[in-house]
């Protein structure tokens, strides 16, 4: 019981920093963003772009399973500096950190066998390979 109550007090601690829902930030508050959270999942997209929406409806499933993790999304167009910076030349982009850190860039669907046709489960279990989530045995 003592273990839920702790449980759900750091849910809620970070529920109240954004975790457990998909936000859209701005390029100033990316470093803010990132300080706050262990583990966070930073979308570069585009809204005119289909590819990008079809990560953006994986992300959002993921974002209410994962509490653990933050889920944002950047418009790389408006955000040019962390583009150039992060080195963001194809959408959509995962940028995967732990502790501040890059620990993987995501570039399209190149890395997943169905391509664009990926299921979010193949998302989840690519994020775990990175650590920026757990999967739950």
């Not at 529920?15 to 508050?29: F, P």
């Not at 262990?38 to 570069?44: A, C, L, N, S, T």
């Not at 993790?69 to 150039?84: D, G, H, Q, S, W």
Request: proline content about 2%; overall charge negative; charged content about 30%.
């Amino acid at each position: 019981l003592e273990k839920m109550k702790i449980e759900q007090s750091q849910k809620l601690k970070m529920q109240a920093i954004g975790h457990g829902q998909y936000d859209m930030i701005d390029e100033k508050d990316f470093f803010d963003c990132a300080k706050k959270s262990k583990r966070i999942v930073i979308h570069f997209w585009r809204p005119e772009t289909f590819r990008c929406e079809v990560m953006d409806r994986h992300l959002r499933q993921l974002c209410q399973k994962h509490w653990e993790t933050r889920f944002v999304k950047i418009n790389a167009e408006k955000a040019p500096y962390l583009a150039e910076k992060l080195h963001i030349w194809c959408l959509p982009s995962l940028v995967l950190c732990i502790d501040g850190k890059t620990e993987h860039t995501t570039i399209g669907f190149s890395e997943f066998e169905s391509g664009d046709e990926c299921t979010t489960e193949e998302l989840e279990v690519h994020l775990a390979k990175y650590q920026v989530i757990k999967l739950d045995s």
